[in-house]
């Protein structure tokens, strides 16, 4: 092991570099955040515009307007083609909150100080094996929204946004064909179940969540014609879920909970299923190793343990929480080339 006391021991360049940039991310999230509450993007959208026409338009100070653009330049988000000539890239565009593939709300919600408080206190997380969201706010995080109707509006809206490309993708990639009824449990807004049910007209649909969760989902489901082959359900599945089903869809839900609620949850589902059935979970695998593709996971992983008290899995983690709750994985596949989410299936355990 080398001697870090060795005064003749100098890093590299790009090894400092690469600490020096970890250091800066969280200033160019909100940066990113910054532009998305400014409306950078919507402002300078197919044309190319000055620092002053934005900040004309922006209502925001010149200077410190051209210092902004720069930085959103430096980032990727804008291209400054001439000197205080600046236009959208293609990565900068997913900043328009009007696009359909819009990103801003999830980097909203990223770069808020609710959501970034309980990192303040990551060693702290890690001593105790707890989350400190709680400790910050006096309350756990799901109730705190509850209490918070914009940013729970907020939120629902940037998992929205996350869910997007999924509900694209899922209705290709999973034999639906087998069943009659998907209730998709945690379903939120009905993103990922409106993609489904637009792309199997045969489906009908069970969309079950809390009444916070369930606020924009009428307005999701008539966006995509659906409306009249889903219904609503309001619950919470740590109690039950609805019978009437034979499959049961539930994305990014048990990353929010620990084991023995992740247990909880899916007995539910075991309990309701009816001959034939499935489970199908919609979640990313962490790896049997880290590799640096897959650092986004870890963040993930120790963001669940901070702000939800949950946790990302592998393989045999899931596999583990199924078998807990009754249920034995028949087949573990990628949504996507790409994508880190995977669908996992399962099935009741029987005799």
């Known amino acids: 092991m080398a001697d870090t006391n060795d005064e003749t021991q100098v890093a590299s360049a790009e090894d400092r570099g690469r600490v020096v940039q970890l250091v800066l991310g969280s200033l160019a999230a909100q940066t990113l955040r910054a532009a998305v509450r400014l409306r950078v993007v919507e402002i300078i959208g197919a044309k190319e515009r000055s620092a002053a026409e934005v900040a004309a338009e922006a209502g925001t ?15 990727g988000i804008l291209q400054e083609r001439a000197p205080d000539s ?31 408080r309980a990192w303040e206190h990551l060693d702290e997380g890690v001593r105790t094996g707890s989350t400190t969201f709680a400790s910050v706010f006096g309350t756990d995080f799901f109730p705190y929204l509850k209490e918070h109707p914009e940013l729970s509006a907020q939120f629902n809206e940037a998992m929205s946004q996350a869910t997007s490309a ?4 899922l209705p290709q990639r999973y034999d ?11 379903g939120g807004d009905g993103t990922l179940l409106s993609g489904v049910l637009r792309e199997h007209p045969a489906l009908t649909g069970i969309l079950y969540d809390t009444e916070e969760g369930l606020a924009q989902a009428p307005r999701t489901l008539g966006r995509h014609g659906v409306e009249d082959r889903c219904s609503l359900v309001v619950g919470d599945f740590f109690r039950s879920v609805p019978e009437g089903a034979d499959l049961y869809l539930i994305k990014s839900i048990l990353h929010d909970w620990d084991d023995d609620q992740a247990v909880t949850i899916l007995g539910h589902c075991r309990a309701a299923l009816p001959p034939g059935g499935r489970v199908l979970i919609v979640e990313p695998l962490l790896p049997a190793a880290v590799t640096p593709e897959t650092a986004g996971l870890y963040l993930s992983d120790l963001n669940m343990l901070l702000n939800v008290g949950g946790r990302e899995r592998t393989r045999d983690e899931f596999a583990e929480v199924c078998d807990r709750a009754g249920l034995a994985v028949t087949s573990v596949t990628q949504l996507g080339e790409g994508n880190a989410f995977c669908l996992i299936e399962a099935a009741a355990v029987t005799g």
């Open 61 to 75: 100070q010149p200077q410190a307007t051209t210092r902004l653009l720069r930085a959103l330049a430096g980032l």
């Open 86 to 116: 600046y236009t959208v890239t293609s990565a900068g565009a997913l900043l328009d909150a009007g696009r359909p593939d819009s990103l801003a709300a999830l980097v909203g919600i990223f770069g808020e100080p609710v959501m970034l």
């Open 166 to 169: 999924t509900a694209a993708q």
């Open 176 to 186: 639906f064909s087998r069943f009659t009824t998907v209730a998709d449990i945690g």
